[in-house]
């Protein structure tokens, strides 16, 4: 066997081939002796490792006999991968623009790269054109490894620091920028030649020192993609989400098995090793269009709803929680210990539009929507919405604006109980008459409501709005010259027609100057005092109103004004007791004054008189 030629680097059992004459051959070491082996031997036993060896030797056959017709596939299966790779970008780049849809995008074009420049390697003819394809493949390289690590992280939801995202990229573009000058130094590689010997051209490279940091990312790829699906298949137990990331597990498994295999020598000079970057993407594009990636609104909906600061609980038909977000995950706890663990999903919905406070003091507030598709209700969301801020700010707020509400309408009554003093004391009337017609109507308004009169009318908002403006009944007097508010003769018929301007006066002032600021009801009957208070039950006031066309609070207003004058002496009135003004009001009842408001009057006399 002199033309015999060893293959050292192939081992089987005890044995080593022998290429000779055209064919392969296999010696056994321990008997020193050589013959031809074949899967059809007649011997009487042939175990498992003769059939494995005898495959081998077949294929091996195969492949030096028909070296052409496998440089024109393997050079065709790689122009295959390309055209795979530009109809997976424009499938990419024909969906709406997204951070998804942008690594997608970026990871199929570096990956488009790497196979345009190992095909100009394959097929090169001098060293020049395979560095050429060399370099063209290092500059897709180290993103086709960093970007589907990248992604996989994303989906797993593993937060990668920014910082070692920028230094990962500086990493990678020192490597693209020593493999593209490799002709100009010796720090990528230290020697490299054109082998054309194989089935295809291989540009044989002696590594320099920055070669091996491009194996330690691709490395560290594999690894960290691995690591993180790991970690989500641990955390993760819906069955949907375990599908998602089993279709993402043949990342990292097939970049292992081709890796394995072009370093083993197996398929001789081919590089199997890119076809890893194509199963990557193939395995990603049918991610996106398994589980929608591309669609910008499926993508906005799923960030709202997990970072919304709500929580949200979705339920199926059977009241069975279906999904949570992180804002609920982050709640649940607090609300088990407020509630206890039994049926919590049943206590929630009975608090449907109702708030209620946690250990914590948080407050929330549970609204319950229904899920409804094609008219059916296929389950509910319950939404718990953190009211704490709200609640306290809305209770502070209303505590503020009632404070300074108060303040302002104390403000404005005093300015305007400063005029109703300044007409009272302009006018010829009885010491402390504006308190004590006040408090007279008080009384009679209330005797009136204990008895059944009016009880729907006297509310105690109306007592209070009544006592309250019942001080501005004279304001109108501020505009009556002295000459007749103070004379102390007869007034003239002119005069008198000046003086009963007064009501008309007051109602005009109090309607421009209380509209807006007070309560609108109060303000009504502070002018139906003020302008009707001189109008009788018979008619025979200023304004000739009678019976009931006279607002109640003016007919009660015109008992207490009367009684005060009587009572105090006042220029144009006799000075009478008390039981002589109580007289005189029970003569005018049905006359001057409502029957049923001088019964009151009388009823309460004494409750008037000590006040």
């Not at 392969?24 to 059939?51: A, G, H, P, V």
């Not at 720090?187 to 002696?206: F, H, N």
């Not at 509400?405 to 305007?416: F, G, H, N, P």
């Not at 025979?540 to 607002?551: A, Q, S």
């Amino acid at each position: 066997m002199a033309s015999c030629v060893k293959i050292e680097n192939l081992h089987f059992s005890n044995s080593s081939l022998l290429f000779e004459n055209g064919k392969f051959f296999c010696i056994n070491l321990q008997e020193k002796t050589c013959k031809e082996k074949i899967f059809w031997n007649e011997k009487k036993r042939i175990d498992c490792i003769f059939i494995v060896e005898s495959i081998v030797l077949g294929f091996l056959n195969f492949w030096m006999f028909k070296e052409a017709e496998m440089h024109s596939i393997l050079v065709g299966i790689q122009c295959l991968g390309i055209a795979i790779l530009a109809g997976e970008l424009v499938y990419a780049k024909l969906h709406a623009p997204s951070s998804n849809q942008n690594y997608m995008s970026a990871f199929i074009a570096c990956t488009f790269m790497v196979f345009v420049g190992y095909l100009i390697e394959m097929t090169a003819t001098t060293v020049d054109v395979a560095l050429i394809g060399k370099k063209i493949s290092y500059l897709g390289k180290p993103a086709a490894i960093l970007l589907p690590a990248f992604f996989v992280a994303k989906i797993c939801k593993v937060k990668i620091p920014q910082g070692i995202k920028i230094s990962l990229f500086l990493y990678s573009v020192i490597i693209i920028l020593m493999a593209v000058t490799c002709n100009y130094h010796y720090l990528y590689y230290t020697s490299y030649a054109l082998d054309t010997s194989g089935v295809v051209s291989k540009l044989k490279t002696t590594p320099g020192i920055f070669y091996h940091s491009f194996s330690v990312l691709t490395i560290g790829g594999i690894l960290f993609t691995a690591g993180v699906l790991v970690r989500a298949f641990r955390h993760v137990k819906s069955s949907w989400e375990k599908d998602k990331l089993l279709l993402i597990c043949f990342i990292p498994l097939v970049g292992i098995l081709c890796k394995s295999v072009s370093m083993s020598g197996i398929l001789g000079d081919f590089d199997i090793s890119y076809a890893a970057s194509l199963v990557s993407s193939l395995c990603l594009l049918l991610f996106f269009a398994k589980y929608s990636i591309f669609d910008v609104v499926a993508l906005s909906k799923d960030a709202a709803f997990d970072e919304h600061p709500s929580g949200f609980v979705v339920l199926d038909k059977r009241d069975q929680v279906v999904l949570k977000n992180k804002m609920a995950m982050k709640l649940y706890p607090e609300i088990f210990e407020r509630f206890g663990p039994d049926d919590i999903i049943k206590k929630l919905k009975s608090l449907s539009n109702q708030t209620f406070s946690l250990p914590s003091n948080k407050i929330l507030r549970v609204i319950i929507y229904p899920i409804v598709k094609k008219g059916m209700e296929r389950g509910n969301v319950i939404v718990l919405r953190n009211v704490t801020e709200t609640q306290t700010y809305q209770h502070r707020l209303e505590v503020e604006v009632r404070n300074r509400t108060k303040e302002i309408k104390d403000l404005q009554r005093s300015v305007i109980m400063a005029f109703a003093n300044v007409a009272a004391v302009r006018d010829v009337c009885p010491q402390d008459h504006v308190k004590n017609t006040s408090e007279c109507v008080e009384v009679i308004a209330k005797s009136l409501k204990a008895h059944g009169d009016y009880a729907e009318i006297l509310t105690d908002e109306y007592i209070a709005n009544l006592k309250n403006a019942m001080p501005l009944h004279d304001i109108g007097k501020i505009a009556i010259s002295d000459s007749i508010l103070k004379k102390s003769s007869a007034l003239t018929d002119a005069e008198v027609e000046i003086f009963k301007t007064h009501t008309q006066i007051g109602a005009r002032l109090l309607e421009e100057n209380l509209a807006g600021l007070e309560d609108e009801n109060f303000v009504r009957i502070a002018k139906e005092i003020a302008k009707y208070h001189h109008e009788r039950w018979n008619g025979n006031g200023y304004f000739g109103m009678k019976g009931e066309e006279i607002p109640l609070s003016a007919r009660i207003a015109a008992i207490a004004d009367s009684f005060d004058y009587l009572i105090a002496n006042p220029q144009f009135a006799k000075t009478m007791t008390q039981e002589e003004a109580v007289q005189k009001i029970q003569v005018l009842r049905g006359a001057d004054f409502e029957p049923c408001i001088v019964d009151a009057f009388v009823r309460e006399i004494s409750t008037i008189w000590k006040s």
